[in-house]
Nanobody
Framework: QVQPVESGGGLVQAGGSLRLSCAAS????????VGWFRQAPGKEREFVAA???????YSADSVKVRLTISRDNAKNTVYLQMNSLKAEDTAVYYC??????????????????????WGQGTQVTVSS
């Protein structure tokens, strides 16, 4: 079990960039697949992007061009680089981790119930 901790959120103007970080303690974090989800006010939590332990990435079609996920296993950290931010990107962003048994699929990686360990979230606010 790991405890993900998000950081890097804040207030940014439309068109700007932010990089979110998801860090977790423990040498086994590199074995975990990690996903980013977000929840805007009054809306359901939705999938943003995910990365497997092997580095394969998945992204929601709505953000694929602007948001990029990556990981640095030496630092036990997964990043979400967000560019060309829009007002509709305003949300609380959550990082979640999972040990995937078997071959991961886009459907698996994009499903909340796949993930067992969740962070507390970090607020991203984009002003227009």
């Amino acid at each position: 079990q790991v405890q993900p901790v998000e950081s890097g959120g804040g207030l940014v103007q439309a068109g700007g960039s932010l990089r979110l970080s998801c860090a977790a303690s423990g040498r086994t974090f590199s074995r975990y697949s990690v996903g980013w989800f977000r929840q805007a006010p009054g809306k359901e939590r939705e999938f943003v992007a995910a990365i497997t332990s092997g580095g394969t990435t998945y992204s929601a079609d709505s953000v694929k061009v602007r948001l990029t996920i990556s990981r640095d296993n030496a630092k036990n950290t997964v990043y979400l680089q967000m560019n060309s931010l829009k007002a509709e990107d305003t949300a609380v962003y959550y990082c979640a981790a999972a040990l995937i048994v078997g071959l991961p699929t886009a459907r698996t990686m994009g499903t909340m119930s796949t993930y067992t360990d969740w962070g507390q979230g970090t607020q991203v606010t984009v002003s227009s």
